[in-house]
């Protein structure tokens, strides 16, 4: 059976103006933490980030945080990581999120979230990427990203399976299964 031993979150360094996103932020860095899950994020100690990071934290969890030197350069760090990269880049850091994540849980951000919500879905769409993508999709936030890759399909710029190439989920609680359900797939796949 697939088991998770690390989950790669992108989200927003912001605390946005929904007081719910702040609050999943922390209960899946507590789920995390509780089920020995390694947290993989952008080291980042303020809004949802930093939220995540300290409900792993909390929970004894493990947490990675994975920055490049300029956001180092403007970040105090305040919470005491597991372990923290400082890397040469944007896309030396991405690479190594990457690298470092069994699967990936992207919550509410901005442009750098988006960033990187397209940089882990392109992979996945030509093959150099296999891992679980969960969208975590409560009070309809990622409805807009669905009707851009809706459009793209209808506009055949874009296959529709590629749809598929990730999951919503509206709760925290539904995060964790869906990952382990596209895990087990993926090991389904390799073993027929």
Request: hydrophobic share 45%; proline share 4%; glycine share 12%.
């Amino acid at each position: 059976m697939a088991k998770i031993r690390s989950l790669g979150v992108f989200c927003g360094s912001a605390n946005g103006k929904n007081p719910a996103f702040m609050k999943a932020a922390a209960e899946l860095g507590g789920l995390l933490g509780k089920n020995g899950i390694r947290l993989i994020y952008g080291a980042g100690h303020t809004g949802l980030m930093g939220a995540v990071a300290e409900g792993a934290l909390n929970a004894g969890g493990e947490v990675v945080g994975i920055i490049n030197d300029l956001l180092q350069s403007r970040e105090i760090p305040r919470l005491k990581l597991s372990e923290l990269k400082v890397l040469p880049s944007m896309h030396v850091r991405k690479d190594a999120m990457v690298e470092a994540s069994d699967a990936f849980c992207v919550l509410p951000g901005g442009i750098g979230t988006l960033d990187e919500v397209f940089e882990i879905v392109t992979l996945k769409q030509i093959g150099e990427l296999s891992k679980p993508i969960v969208l975590y999709n409560a009070f309809g936030f990622w409805e807009p990203y669905r009707a851009i890759i809706n459009t793209l399909i209808d506009e055949g710029f874009v296959r529709p399976e590629h749809a598929n190439l990730v999951t919503y989920v509206d709760s925290v609680e539904g995060i964790l299964p869906a990952i382990e359900a596209e895990l087990e797939e993926n090991e389904r796949k390799k073993a027929g």
